[in-house]
């Protein structure tokens, strides 16, 4: 009897590990547009000389409980052209277990950040454009994260690039 009941708490162990590892390292998060999944931050660089905008950057922050690192390169589908921009920095910071990062959500949670320059090629594009997707991908992830730019953030992206 002692056997079985050893036995029996020892799948049910083995149970619980497995469905909290799965939890905590699958990304099962929905969204329909890129800020709802993540946090994002566009903005124009303007010569102040000039007034004319010379470039732009996007960070993109996810925070998620899989330690994987992000891929460095991101893909932009400006109107159904794709650029692969790999003007990247990539950071990563492990998940902080201070109480004061709970009511945030961001403790146990590791931040991953991107951040992209992207040429003037694509800043033309962008301000011009009806819609625009913007894909990355975590290092040894079957599938990209693939998602569109809001109405709301693509007219302030739009807002960003007042001189093209």
Same mark, same amino acid.
């Given at each position: 009897m002692?056997?079985?009941?050893a036995?029996?708490? @020892?799948?049910?162990?083995a149970?619980?590990a497995?469905?909290k590892? +799965?939890?905590f390292s699958?990304?099962?998060r929905?969204?329909?547009?890129?800020?709802?999944y993540c946090?994002?931050?566009f903005?124009?660089?303007?010569?102040?000389? +000039?007034n004319?905008?010379?470039?732009?950057?996007l960070s993109?922050?996810?925070?998620r409980y899989?330690s994987?690192?992000?891929?460095?390169?991101?893909?932009i589908?400006?109107?159904g052209?794709?650029?692969?921009?790999?003007?990247?920095?990539?950071?990563?910071q492990?998940? +902080?277990y201070s109480?004061?990062d @709970?009511?945030?959500g961001?403790?146990?949670k590791h931040a991953n950040t991107? @951040?992209?320059t992207f040429?003037?090629?694509?800043l033309?594009?962008?301000?011009h454009?009806?819609?625009?997707?913007?894909? @990355?991908?975590?290092?040894?992830?079957?599938s990209a994260?693939?998602l569109?730019?809001?109405?709301v953030?693509?007219?302030?992206?739009?807002?960003?690039?007042p001189?093209?």
């Amino acid at each position: 009897m002692r056997k079985k009941t050893a036995i029996l708490v @020892f799948v049910i162990v083995a149970i619980v590990a497995y469905c909290k590892y +799965t939890v905590f390292s699958y990304d099962n998060r929905t969204a329909n547009n890129l800020s709802a999944y993540c946090n994002i931050d566009f903005r124009g660089v303007t010569d102040p000389q +000039t007034n004319n905008v010379t470039g732009a950057t996007l960070s993109v922050v996810d925070l998620r409980y899989d330690s994987r690192p992000l891929e460095k390169l991101l893909i932009i589908d400006i109107d159904g052209k794709t650029y692969k921009i790999d003007s990247i920095e990539i950071s990563a910071q492990p998940p +902080t277990y201070s109480p004061k990062d @709970f009511p945030t959500g961001k403790g146990f949670k590791h931040a991953n950040t991107l @951040f992209v320059t992207f040429p003037l090629q694509v800043l033309e594009e962008i301000s011009h454009a009806e819609t625009i997707k913007v894909s @990355f991908k975590y290092v040894n992830s079957d599938s990209a994260i693939e998602l569109p730019l809001s109405t709301v953030d693509l007219q302030y992206w739009k807002n960003q690039l007042p001189s093209l």
